[in-house]
């Protein structure tokens, strides 16, 4: 079975400074990666996603991730981080067998320090 | 473009009644997916259905719990006398067809007295 592991419950960073969420999975297969990210009270807006091809995928609001198979990472990345960047970030991984479902970790919760 | 839209955002119950959450999908979006968000969880599947029919419900609790989506109108999420255990945030997800990228609702928060 697909899992999803977020080491991180909680990080706190300075605004202006960088920031590096890490994920790691576990899947057979290659697996569909995604970052998404949970303001308080409110739905999931997704930031970047990682199919196939290059490594290294841009999404929103200047993040980044990198997938690496060989240590089953897509940790995300973001050089000079805002205020407005505090929330819940989820990585996710989807199945690529009939019920396309979502894995989920568990999140990690961002405060920005200004 | 509207997005994925639920309601009622915030739902009361007493133990007992029944909940009737409502998705309707994005526009051009014939995949609806619903997931639970307990306290200081991550998201969990729970059903995946494409118009009329259920494709995965791997996730959902065997008793009480049931989802539709008809050919006309929104996805029901329709739980039977609720339990407090129950109280959660309850996300649907929708996507243009399999192995596309879902895009989220904002949510139905349902508190069980």
């Known amino acids: 079975a697909q899992s999803v592991t977020q080491p991180d419950i909680h990080i706190t960073v300075s605004e202006g400074a960088s920031l590096e969420l890490r994920c790691n999975y576990s899947?057979?297969?290659?697996?569909?990666l995604f970052w998404y990210v949970q303001s308080p009270g409110q739905g999931l807006q997704l930031l970047l996603k990682y199919f196939s091809g290059d490594t290294l995928v841009q999404g929103i609001k200047g993040f980044e991730a990198e997938f690496k198979r060989s240590q089953s990472s897509f940790n995300l990345r973001k050089p000079s981080v805002h205020w407005s960047d505090a929330a819940e970030y989820f990585c996710?991984?989807?199945?690529?067998?009939?019920?396309?479902?979502?894995?989920f970790g568990t999140g990690t919760q961002l405060k920005v320090e200004l | 473009n509207a997005g994925v839209m639920q309601n009622p955002r915030h739902l009361v119950r007493r133990r007992g009644q029944e909940a009737r959450l409502r998705c309707s999908p994005m526009?051009?979006?014939?995949?609806v997916y619903w997931y639970r968000q307990l306290p200081e969880e991550g998201l969990k599947f729970m059903v995946y259905l494409q118009k009329e029919n259920i494709i995965d419900e791997s996730g959902m609790p065997k008793e009480r719990f049931s989802a539709e989506f008809p050919k006309e109108g929104p996805s029901i999420l329709r739980i039977q006398q609720v339990v407090r255990g129950d109280s959660a945030a309850y996300f649907c997800?929708?996507?243009?067809?399999?192995?596309?990228?879902?895009?989220f609702g904002p949510g139905t928060r349902l508190l069980v007295l």
């Open positions: 526009k051009g979006h014939s995949h």
């Open positions: 899947y057979g297969a290659t697996p569909y």
């Open positions: 996710a991984v989807s199945s690529t067998g009939g019920g396309n479902k979502l894995t």
């Open positions: 997800a929708s996507s243009p067809g399999f192995r596309e990228t879902q895009y």
